[in-house]
């Protein structure tokens, strides 16, 4: 029978991350609990001067095989495990002279830390934790009796407990701390399973494990009657579950999915060699651009849809300065994510309270593997993150009309940017920079108009008579199964086309190509965003 207040006599304590343990150590002791540790843990304890007892003491085993085996023993698992009030657990405990032990303190073995800064292999397999887990689960299994915690906040709740109950915790608490002890060890276990099936290339495991810590409980989803959190993976990399927050409001989870979308853009461009910024609004660029620096980069990508940038999300690839600051303030952005930035860019986003400023530490690597998921009915479909890159030697020039070094340019950046449109799309460029893209639509034609509005309606509000997509070059992210996509964007304005190519009717389409004096490249490779 599971009493609601269990007294809390004995502690057993073994910690890689050592935070606030002495403090905490000093409190439990102070309450009258025995405590028991092991290795650095146990010296640390009692370099502070508090009575602690070692491992071995309770086993009769001094630890061995490099520390790999100590806690592995009857009278820790029996401690753990044993079910106060059965009489055949107690006449076990007393023929053996095993001692309960109510709160296990374990934060496990560093491994995600060891496999986050590229450990080698070896290296890993010693920061796999065993005892760990092991007891944790024991404990967790045995909450009806024991306390299980696996960080310092789950101590803390404990002592602040067992001084409201004189020494002794709720079920409620208990139940609670069990529950996310077995959560940690599995995103823990996840995190292992994940890295050995990378180690051996294997695309497709049997058992697929996910795990990961909250980084933030979010006050709605995608709509206000939809719940949300975000959780930080093992993984890492670059990006929104690196960032800083410097400034603004609460994030929110449609802000995170864009922002996101709006960073690995930008990644996709190395800022030695130019600045990159991209407005990011419902997942898709409204405008991208390069520049000498943030500032032209900037000005650029706005041009190329003014009117949805408001209200969006601005990504960078280099290190945030004061003029491109002042110019992002200009108009309302929710979001802005870099980097770094200078103290005087910081100060110039200070005066618009309500935006937020993310500061990542660095910028995520586009060609490093990773996965993408999303759930279905009943499961969910995994694949690795799209690393594909096309450069100019693996165009293929499929027309009469063959492209100038500059028209190449233009079309490996637009296809660059229509790799991280919604599909199907359309991206026209020129110079470095969108001046019109066409997203999400049920057909390419349409998304080729759609692009061709954007142009003729940035080039109406920048006062210039023509289409920005007059010589413009046109990217799909993947073939034109008819003519009709490509003769819109010949009517656009645009004079060059890079697509995947693949259709069977590639050859209408190169003729259409032809009779439009287009120059056409195939890449052989598709970027569907759905």
């Known amino acids: 029978?599971?009493?609601?207040?269990?007294?809390?006599?004995r502690a057993l304590i073994s910690v890689s991350d050592k935070t606030g343990l002495i403090e905490?150590?000093?409190?439990?002791?102070?309450?009258?609990v025995v405590l028991i540790s092991t290795g650095g843990t146990r010296a640390a304890i009692a370099a502070a001067g508090i009575p602690v007892l070692d491992v071995s003491d309770v086993t009769g085993f001094p630890e061995m095989m490099d520390g790999r085996v100590k806690t592995l023993h009857p009278n820790v698992h029996g401690g753990l495990l044993a079910v106060r009030d059965a009489a055949a657990h107690k006449a076990a405990m007393a023929a053996h002279?095993?001692?309960?032990?109510?709160?296990?303190?374990?934060?496990?073995?560093?491994?995600?830390?060891?496999?986050?800064?590229?450990?080698?292999?070896?290296?890993?397999?010693?920061?796999?934790d065993i005892g760990g887990p092991a007891m944790i689960r024991a404990a967790a299994k045995n909450h009806a009796y024991v306390a299980v915690a696996t960080d310092t906040d789950d101590v803390a709740a404990v002592l602040a407990e067992m001084g409201a109950n004189a020494g002794a915790t709720s079920f409620a608490l208990r139940k609670a701390l069990a529950a996310k002890a077995y959560a940690r060890t599995a995103a823990y276990d996840a995190a292992i399973s994940t890295w050995f099936a990378a180690e051996l290339n294997d695309e497709a495991p049997v058992w697929r494990a996910l795990g990961g810590k909250l980084r933030q409980t979010l006050r709605y989803g995608e709509n206000p009657h939809q719940n949300a959190a975000f959780y930080a993976a093992a993984e890492q990399r670059f990006g929104v579950s690196t960032a800083r927050q410097v400034q603004g409001k609460e994030l929110s989870y449609n802000n995170l999915n864009d922002t996101d979308a709006a960073f690995e853009l930008v990644a996709e461009f190395d800022p030695a060699e130019s600045a990159a910024v991209a407005i990011i609004k419902h997942a898709n660029p409204c405008g991208v651009a390069l520049g000498a620096s943030l500032s032209e980069a900037y000005a650029k990508a706005l041009q190329c849809d003014p009117v949805s940038a408001f209200g969006g999300i601005v990504a960078v690839n280099r290190k945030l300065d004061k003029a491109a600051a002042?110019?992002?303030?200009?108009?309302?952005?929710?979001?802005?994510?870099?980097?770094?930035?200078?103290?005087?860019?910081?100060?110039?986003?200070?005066?618009?309270?309500?935006?937020?400023?993310?500061?990542?530490?660095?910028?995520?690597?586009?060609?490093?593997?990773?996965?993408?998921?999303?759930?279905?009915?009943?499961?969910?479909?995994?694949?690795?993150?799209?690393?594909?890159?096309?450069?100019?030697?693996?165009?293929?020039?499929?027309?009469?009309?063959?492209?100038?070094?500059?028209?190449?340019?233009d079309m490996l950046f637009a296809f660059t940017v229509c790799k991280h449109v919604k599909s199907n799309a359309i991206v026209y460029a020129r110079d470095g920079q969108t001046v019109g893209i066409g997203a999400g639509q049920m057909n390419r034609r349409d998304s080729a108009r759609i692009a061709a509005i954007r142009a003729r309606e940035a080039a109406e509000a920048a006062g210039l008579p023509t289409s920005l997509a007059e010589g413009a070059a046109c990217a799909s992210d993947a073939f034109f199964p008819f003519p009709d996509g490509l003769l819109q964007a010949a009517e656009a304005g645009a004079t060059c086309v890079i697509q995947p190519g693949g259709s069977i009717r590639d050859e209408d389409v190169i003729k259409a190509a032809d009779d439009a004096g287009l120059a056409m490249a195939f890449t052989g490779m598709r970027h569907f965003r759905h």
């Open 326 to 409: 002042a110019l992002i303030t200009d108009i309302f952005t929710e979001v802005v994510i870099a980097p770094d930035a200078d103290e005087d860019a910081i100060a110039a986003f200070a005066r618009k309270k309500n935006l937020r400023l993310l500061l990542t530490g660095g910028l995520p690597d586009p060609r490093a593997p990773g996965l993408a998921i999303r759930t279905l009915a009943g499961g969910f479909l995994v694949q690795g993150r799209d690393t594909g890159r096309i450069t100019a030697g693996d165009l293929k020039i499929v027309t009469k009309t063959t492209p100038t070094p500059a028209q190449i340019r």
């Open 24 to 32: 905490q150590a000093q409190a439990l002791h102070a309450l009258g």
């Open 1 to 9: 029978m599971t009493a609601d207040l269990a007294p809390l006599r």
């Open 97 to 128: 002279g095993i001692e309960a032990i109510d709160l296990l303190y374990v934060n496990l073995y560093p491994f995600e830390a060891t496999i986050q800064r590229g450990a080698p292999y070896d290296e890993c397999i010693e920061n796999i």
